[in-house]
């Protein structure tokens, strides 16, 4: 069963926006989140260490056009309101193949409030495994990773297999191809609701060892919002 009110759709216990006609940029993300996390969660960063390390991040994933070869693919950011945030990229929406599956340090809450600003980059590091040839590890397949956020160090992001709950979660956003949206917590049989967003992502390949997605926008263009850099040193 399922009903409209104003721009949002309720399917199945879960809540989505149509991105093809409703979105229009970034700022209905912003609001959404605003929704949903309470204005009494607190997190600051140093700013001085955001200056430094956005230095250093700005230093490091620049790279020339003409040294890129991209693709689209689909990218899910998701996570419990109470929880941390995980991200699965896929071929397609509809696609049972997960190319990769993290769990991010962040709580959802910390996540959001960074989204809140306009702009979310996040850049993920890892060293080779000197036990492993690198000729046979993709880049993807690296199991633990550094995790920036904004510049500023979080933590560890850990790649990770998708357990039932996960399954069930891609089994009801399987219509949904560009959006934001809710599972309530009823729908999930837990405690807690899960938000997540959904897009098409410009996933660029620098080299074996270097490889970045980009939010791309209902009208096709690629932007700033919302960068995730991948990227393997020695």
Same mark, same amino acid.
């Given at each position: 069963m399922a009903y409209t009110t104003g721009a949002t759709h309720i399917v199945e216990g879960v809540t989505t926006v149509d991105c093809q006609k409703q979105v229009r940029s970034w700022s209905l993300l912003r609001s959404l989140i605003k929704f949903l996390i309470p204005t009494c969660t607190c997190y600051y960063l140093d700013q001085q260490e955001i200056v430094e390390d956005r230095r250093y991040f700005n230093n490091n994933y620049r790279y020339p056009r003409s040294a890129l070869i991209s693709t689209t693919i689909t990218g899910t950011i998701f996570g419990y309101r109470r929880g941390k945030i995980n991200i699965c990229i896929q071929p397609t929406p509809n696609n049972t193949t997960h190319l990769l599956l993290l769990e991010l340090?962040?709580?959802?809450?910390i996540l959001a409030k960074e989204m809140k600003s306009g702009i979310l980059r996040i850049a993920l590091e890892c060293k080779y495994d000197q036990q492993q040839s690198?000729?046979?590890?993709s880049l993807l397949s690296e199991p633990v990773w550094t995790m920036y956020c904004n510049g500023?160090?979080?933590g560890c992001a850990v790649k990770r297999r998708p357990i039932q709950a996960d399954m069930e979660f891609f089994r009801l956003v399987r @219509? &949904?191809?560009v959006g934001t949206g809710v599972i309530?917590?009823?729908t999930l049989n837990c405690?807690?609701?899960?938000?997540?967003?959904?897009?098409?992502?410009?996933r660029v390949s620098r080299s074996?060892?270097?490889e970045s997605f980009h939010l791309i926008s209902?009208?096709? @263009? &690629?932007g700033q919002e919302l960068s995730i850099f991948f990227l393997r040193t020695r």
């Open positions: 340090p962040v709580p959802t809450a690198s000729t046979t590890t500023k160090n979080v @219509s &949904v191809h309530n917590r009823k405690d807690d609701d899960l938000m997540y967003l959904r897009a098409n992502f410009e074996m060892d270097s209902p009208e096709g @263009s &690629v």
